[in-house]
């Protein structure tokens, strides 16, 4: 769940994250593969990542930054396509695996539970990325244009500033995070093509509960989506994933525009 | 109209498209042989998805509302109509098509109400995500119904009609014709919808919602109403989709159905109603002839995939939009239309007096007032206790300033922001906090500083847009009559063009006009809602000097019979029209009377030369 706000705060969430994780998860599959080292594989998975982010944003989103939002929805989906079909084509349709890694293997004694070491790992990396995150958004000269280029565009283009390769850098630090994830997750889920529909929805999700563009949203909207998939597993594990949509269908009726959202801002 | 009916050749033009259409579907039985893949089965399947397609088209190609969440309503009226024929209620095939429709249209309305809340990459965001809740309750918690992940095996061969009537369909070619019939029905209605006000009300929230409900439409009930009808095409061809296969499977509500309704849309082409037809062909048949080839067979997705990408960057309407384009480029052209004529309109007043050396200072009752009017953003007040009254049929102007809160008070009172405090009254009624749309119904237009036109319609239908609302009310269901027999709103809609001077230019799309016609366009959308009270927002900002002066002996033409509120910077638009004038500055109503004695009045000087003097960087 954690991975999730990751995308929502950077406010970049679009079709093709999915298969954008997907794709980090085999390159790190691949790298564990020749190298044996899950270390390699996450620095592989985000460092392809961000190669596949720059050549698909100047390839192709950068033609639609003028176009209206229904179109880019529908190139980012292309292009969620596209990536899920050609994994399909080159490893085929059978799940795969990456161990965890032996430093993280085992189990930890939680005293209430039992719990296994690599999700703390995980936890503790996300929560990190988040840190890192929070500090280049909000505490960096890049953070600040960012942050400007999603209010309002035009305004900072005037003011002298090159939006147009922002907007390349968030991009493709985007798909950076998704890979990454893709790579830190693959030990907990399989490895399939279509692997990402799942992240994909709950990351709507959170952007929705907690409010667009805001990082704080993303956190809260984070934490209460996994609260709620958590506690409902418990008790009625069927209910679990209609809870998490009930609950973003009652943000909606109370507060359209999220939890944190500002309203007017679309 | 008997008339009508005798001239078959005016008939066949009419329905041209579902004759053609019937023609090609009468036809494809006897070719199917000697198609390569062609089965019954698949041409049913394609039928199936095109009529899914067809709410689909409606919703996204002419409402601009792209959902992801279609399968929803697919599944939904599929399981319902299953559930309907093994349990079994019904034995009769139509009246479990039907139950399964409505009930597909009541999930319609829930997650439309919520989802509609939201626009643009959200909205899209918020219909996957129903999609998925709906997936999930299928496959667990309702699973005793719906057979959980195994779907509902043993769907009947369809019966259909009563008593002696009754028809066993027990093959695909029997199928097939039930296909066809509904899918005719289907096509046709959706065209009646396109072609009815209900459907250029929908092209015009397409092309700018805002500025549709500003001219008096219920936007929101708009959109409500066409997802539901959407709705209710993916329950009917959900519903058929189980009489097909005698089997009803869970796949119906994953996101991929909803995913492949989407690709075959675009790659038929949006908002051509055929195109989702065209588009499933491509995709069912490509899959077919593709499945076999080794080498390939893996591929065809991507390979779709990427003709897609290519569609939407390219060729934004699809396979359709593309013959059409080409069709235009090979068939001989008309000459261009004329550049419009200079406006050597017939001055029939040819000598206008100088409004305000010749009026009587206006005398009538107050029709609009604000008490206090107040607004705050933070610790800025932008527009600060402002009490004002307007008298029938006067014309004010508004001044002040950059930054005085002209605008601001002027969208108050258009209702288009809330005050913080205040109220506004209209004709002694409290007209505060009801929206746009209603205040406009009532008889408050405004025209913005910023063109808000609807850019790919033409002139005419844009014009249209404020005469409908106009002439049927913030809400018009129906659907069933064609637009542009309404010899009304016609007459409106010439009424208005002439008015803005844009009569000879009625055919032309929006976005071709020039700077000039398209500012007079602005005020002409305002004027054709027949406004009591008409608000114009800087009419004249970015024009020449002539075609100022020009614009001034327009609005001098259009003021009869109006009252007029005008926030405008040029002195001598202001001077040239204003009874009255208010000036604002910081906020604040610092003077108000008639032109002359405004001119003289030190604090207004002091305002404006001060400011002047300061200079300070916005």
């Not at chain 1, 500033?161 to 893709?182: D, E, K, P, S, Y």
Request: aromatic share 10%; with cysteine; proline share 6%.
């Amino acid at each position: 769940m954690g991975l999730t706000i990751i995308f929502g705060a950077l406010g970049v969430v679009n079709f093709a994250h999915g298969a954008l994780y997907g794709v980090g998860a085999y390159a790190g599959f691949v790298t564990y593969e020749y190298t044996g080292s899950f270390v390699a594989a996450m620095a592989a998975g985000a460092a392809f990542l961000l190669v596949v982010g720059v050549v698909v944003e100047r390839g192709l989103i950068r033609l639609y930054y003028q176009r209206p939002p229904e179109d880019q929805i529908l190139v980012t989906f292309g292009v969620a396509i596209i990536l899920v079909e050609a994994l399909r084509a080159v490893f085929g349709g059978l799940a795969r695996n990456i161990p965890a890694p032996s430093w993280a293997a085992g189990i930890v004694n939680l005293r209430v539970t039992l719990y296994p070491t690599y999700r703390i790992d995980v936890l503790a990396i996300v929560g990190a990325s988040l840190v890192l995150l929070y500090f280049i958004l909000y505490r960096t000269r890049l953070g600040l244009i960012v942050r400007a280029g999603i209010e309002d565009q035009l305004m900072v283009n005037i003011l002298g500033i090159n939006v147009t390769r922002t907007f390349l850098t968030v991009f493709g630090l985007g798909a950076m995070a998704a890979g990454f994830a893709g790579v830190i997750n693959a030990p907990i889920v399989t490895v399939t093509p279509d692997m990402g529909a799942d992240i994909l929805v709950q990351s709507f999700v959170v952007v929705v509960i907690g409010g667009v563009g805001s990082f704080w949203g993303a956190v809260v909207g984070g934490l209460i989506a996994g609260e709620i998939l958590a506690l409902t597993a418990m008790i009625q594990p069927a209910y679990s994933q209609v809870m998490l949509f009930t609950v973003m269908a009652l943000v909606l009726i109370l507060r359209p525009q999220g939890l944190f959202g500002v309203e007017g801002r679309q | 109209m008997s008339a009508r009916a005798a001239r078959p050749a005016a008939l066949a033009r009419r329905f041209a498209p579902e004759i053609a259409l019937i023609a090609v579907l009468v036809v494809l039985p006897a070719a199917l042989p000697y198609i390569r893949g062609g089965t019954y089965d698949i041409a049913n399947r394609i039928l199936d998805w095109g009529l899914f397609g067809l709410g689909f088209d409606l919703l996204f190609g002419f409402t601009g509302l792209l959902s992801f969440g279609q399968a929803a309503f697919y599944g939904a009226g599929g399981f319902v109509a299953a559930y309907l024929l093994i349990a079994p209620f019904t034995t009769n095939a139509v009246v479990a098509l039907i139950v399964g429709t409505v009930a597909a249209s009541i999930f319609g309305v829930i997650v439309g109400y919520l989802s509609l809340r939201r626009t643009g990459i959200y909205f899209a965001m918020l219909t996957l995500a129903f999609n998925e809740m709906f997936f999930f309750l299928d496959i667990s918690p309702l699973a005793r119904w719906t057979g959980g992940e195994n779907g509902v095996a043993g769907v009947p061969e369809p019966r259909l009609g009563f008593g002696l009537f009754t028809i066993n369909i027990n093959d695909p070619g029997g199928l097939y014709w039930l296909l066809v019939v509904l899918f005719v029905v289907g096509f046709w209605l959706a065209r009646r919808i396109v072609a009815s006000p209900f459907g250029a009300v929908l092209r015009a929230v397409r092309e700018n919602g805002a500025r549709a409900a500003a001219v008096g439409h219920d936007v929101p009930k708009y959109k409500l109403t066409i997802f539901v009808i959407a709705a209710a095409y993916s329950g009917l061809a959900g519903g058929l989709l189980g009489l097909l296969q005698g089997y009803m499977p869970p796949d119906a509500f994953y996101l991929d159905t909803s995913g492949q309704l989407v690709v075959q849309t675009i790659i038929g082409g949006a908002g051509t109603l055929i195109g989702p037809l065209i588009g499933a062909t491509v995709w069912l048949y490509l899959y077919t002839l593709l499945q076999n080839i080794a080498g390939i067979g893996a591929l065809w997705k991507m390979i779709l995939g990427i003709i897609f990408v290519v569609l939407v960057t390219i060729f934004r309407h699809g396979i359709c939009g593309a013959v059409t384009l080409l069709w235009r480029r090979l068939s001989p052209q008309p000459p261009p239309a004329a550049e419009p004529p200079p406006p050597a309109e017939p001055e029939r007043r040819a000598a206008e007096p100088r409004r305000s050396a010749q009026r009587p200072p206006p005398s009538g009752p107050v029709v609009l007032a604000t008490r206090n009017l107040t607004k705050r953003y933070g610790g800025l007040t932008a527009v600060d206790d402002v009490s004002f009254e307007l008298r029938e049929g006067e014309i004010r102007a508004v001044i002040g300033p950059n930054g005085a809160g002209k605008s601001t008070f002027f969208n108050m009172l258009a209702n288009v922001i809330p005050p913080s405090s205040g109220t506004i009254e209209f004709k002694g009624e409290d007209i505060t906090g009801l929206g746009a749309t209603l205040v406009c119904q009532r008889g408050i237009s405004k025209s913005f500083q910023i063109n808000q036109i609807f850019p790919s319609l033409t002139v005419r239908d844009n014009l249209r847009i404020p005469v409908l609302a106009r002439a049927y009310g913030k809400f018009h269901p129906f659907m069933l009559r064609a637009v542009t027999r309404d010899a009304a709103v016609n007459a409106g809609i010439e009424e208005a063009a002439s008015s803005v001077q844009l009569r000879d230019r009625l055919d032309v799309p929006a976005a071709e006009l020039a700077y000039g016609e398209k500012r007079r366009l602005e005020i002409g959308l305002a004027l054709a809602t027949q406004p009591q009270i008409l608000l114009l927002d800087e009419p004249t900002a970015g024009m020449s000097p002539a075609e100022r002066t020009d614009t001034v002996r327009l609005l001098r033409r259009i003021a009869a019979g109006l009252t007029i509120v005008i926030v405008e910077h040029d002195m001598d638009v202001v001077f040239g029209l204003a009874d009255r004038i208010t000036v604002l500055f910081n906020g604040r109503k610092i003077a108000e009377g008639a032109p002359d004695a405004i001119q003289g009045n030190p604090d207004v000087r002091a305002a404006y030369l001060g400011s002047q003097a300061a200079h300070e960087p916005a």
